[in-house]
């Protein structure tokens, strides 16, 4: 639907409201531009043409051209009133979020606290039901927004906003950061995707396990790696000593299907390609680089593979 | 071989300035309309930079995910950008125009306070290269024009140039509040006999209102950058949660601060389109009163709708309700002024030259720019629209499409009297038609960019996202034709500055006091100035009025001394600030030169 694609209900209000606005500000353009081409045509100055007659003003149309746009307003007023508590309703007085969202420079970071599932930059959703969403920031402002399925969020240190949020239909819906928040604003990207209910169910079933720890090989050696090139100081992988949370939970990386919120498609080079140089891809980025070998690498990208 | 050369010198000499017009003469004048001069000369420089910062921006984004700009060069140049046209061109453009005109059009010999004036200017200039020094010192700020907390603190952002943004901002703020206040004193003091209030020119009467809104919020906004400086440097934490404060609070002040700006910089444009809009329509402007009278109400609400800035953040429902409503009422006092206009317009006999030209197409620009300003008071289109291109597109149909078309045809208008000669209207006409379409082409489809969800002040943007890679190289084609449009403009000058046709004293037959003077004006402005009957004094004048000044009364031609205190003392005050971003040393300097220049100040009478 125009003026955007929409798939939400409280979108879909969004849609229409902006239709509705869209066409009482066309209908006033065209009275003005139709009005200042129409002098501009009828009254062009002809040569010889003595003074035109010197109108000082009309009271009659003061009071109509200032009372008509009020009455259009006090309409538009009563609208906006109605669709705001359509589009953002309020949270309930004692709220318990089903996902808990905190924008970081420059990733999201995902929970689920019910099922204990950590995630980021990826948001799975079920379709037709209604979530509550609690949006938290970790450094500076962002904003959470995904433009076919729900109002803007400003997302503020220290202080905490709720959002309702749900999905008609499965599919991959793009969102975005869109408050600037420094250098890769551009790159924090969003990603949500909304799956039939009962796909979403396996799908948090799988988050929610410990991947087994390999013992052998190039994996376990990567396993080895995370814990002594300081990649555990910011990463969390279930199961292991590592749980900070500066960077990106990496449990079940490879069920992601982008990098570093959106920059990167998630194949095995890309991947290899961001441990090597992080900020060759994202200048800029909070993850360090560290100046890893093609042997550390490869083992390190073998072990985040083999984890889900 | 024939002597003769072959560009003949204009036959008419015209008059000068001053007879030495050496730069140390500039530098040292306090005539309003050399300052002037100076205002528009340097606000053409730092609009120069400014249209650059532009037109690298948008090469950056033609193309999905280039690598022409790295990020930090692309923030650094957003925030220079914005800084850069809204705070030295834009606002400072029109206090300009203002400065030169506002003396000429109630029949004063200058401003109430002619150093007061010179110190403004100087103020601005060396405000403004504070600013780009930046550059040179460890980078510019990239905080955006707004350099929202936490962002803008020093845990997020060391560079010194955001020192610099505040320190400079706060240096040309000093020098718009005083700006204001001596236009709000030249204006209740120095109107020539017979000009009662009710008889203002309406550019006078709305840069009036103007000033008023100047004094609330550029105080307002040299107080919050007072308070960003010392929670950097003095980590004083006024905006931070954890200790009790609130990054809220800067968005506020800000806000409170710059929704009044948005109407700092568009007021004066009113201004313009009501003289330029009547002369060439040949008609007084319609419902005087009704203009003028808006022009009040609009001044009231932009105090009160800053919030509709910050409907994302989550303010409670109420809140958010009350600033959608007092947003949604500032459009009907606006209506009126448009409606006016066209009024205006409708019945007359209308000379398009280039000045009529931008003049009748900012009356549907600037609705335009309006009609997409109200959506965002109706609060959930705001929760769509807000920080996308959308914005953009809105506000630089508002601030280019309207004030700089406005700027525009009061250059055309005014050229003639500042220089005595009139600008080339086959030039005009380029300059207007590229404008035009390159204005348009570049911005229009950055509504479509916002509500296919672009968010602004990216760097670039993916490749996968369907019609974005097209609509942004649209955008930046127009923006090459606007870069274009803007070079023919300044050849324009160069070449009507030198050799254009004669003006006369009233090329256009104006009927304000500024065409009852000589092309360009004596330093003393009048010999005489005639009686005056309505806003319109010139239309009024019976014909023996009119052939030999009958009835015109004589007005001070005293000249005051002019002097390097305003210069001095701008320079000082400078270099304090400077001091206060580097060493305390530069600081020592500029309290030396503040010294000086107060002795000379006090000194001379
Ligand atoms: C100083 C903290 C820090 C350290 C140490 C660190 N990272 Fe990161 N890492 C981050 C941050 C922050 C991000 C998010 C970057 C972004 O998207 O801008 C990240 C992103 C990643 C990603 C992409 C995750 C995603 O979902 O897109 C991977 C993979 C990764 N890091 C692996 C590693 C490995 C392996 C190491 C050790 C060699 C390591 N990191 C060390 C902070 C760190
Ligand atoms: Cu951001
Ligand atoms: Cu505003």
Redesign the pocket.
Known sequence: MFPFDTASPQSAVIAELFNLIAVIAVVIFIIVTLGVLWSAWRYRHQDGQPEPRQIKGNLPLEIGWTLIPLLILIFVAVRTVAAMDLVDPAPPVDPTPDLIITG?Q??WEIEYPQAGVMT??EIHIPTGQRLLLQIEAADVLHSFWLPQLARKVDMIPGQTRWLWLEVDEPGVYSGACAEFCGA?HAWMRLRLTAHAPDEYEQWLTQQAQTPAQPTTGDAAAGAQL?QE???V???AIAGTAGQAR???D?TH?AT?AT???GLLTNTPEN?RA??KAPHTL?PG????D?H?TDAEVEQ?ATY?ETLP | MSQIPLVPESEIPLPRLRDDNGLLSWIASIDHKQIGIMYLLATLFFFALGGIEALLLRTQLARPESQFLSPDAYNELFTMHGTTMIFLVVMPMLIGFATYFVPLMIGARDMLFPRVNALSFWLLLFGGLLLYFSFFAGGAPTAGWFSYVPLSQRAYNTSPGLDYWSLALFGTGIGTILAGVNFIGTVLVLRAPGMKLTRLPLFVWMNSVNSVLILGALSLLNASLIMLFVERQFDMRFFDEASGGDPLLWQHLFWAFGHPEVYIMVLPAFGMISEIIPVFSRKPIFGYAFVAGSTVAIMVLSYLVWAHHMFAVGLPRIFNIFFALASMLIAVPTGVKIFNWMATMWGGAIRFTTAMLFASSFLILFTIGGLSGVSFAVVPIDWQTTDTYYVVAHMHYVLFGGTLFAIFAATYYWFPKMTGRLLSERLGKWHFWLTFVGFNTTFMVQHFLGLMGMPRRVYTYPADMPGWALLNLISTIGAYILAVSVLIFVWNLVVSWRRGAAAGDNPWQGWTLEWATSSPPPVHNFERVPPIRSHRPLYDLTPAERTNQAGWSAVSQEIPQPTYAPATLALGIIFVLWGLATTWLISAVGLGLIVLALQLWFRQK
């Open positions: 970081h420059w990733w980021a930059n890769q995370f090139r300081t990649c100081n910011c990463h500066v960077g990106p990496l990386l992601r990098l570093a919120a991947l961001w441990l994202k980025t909070l993850m360090p560290l890893l390190l985040l």
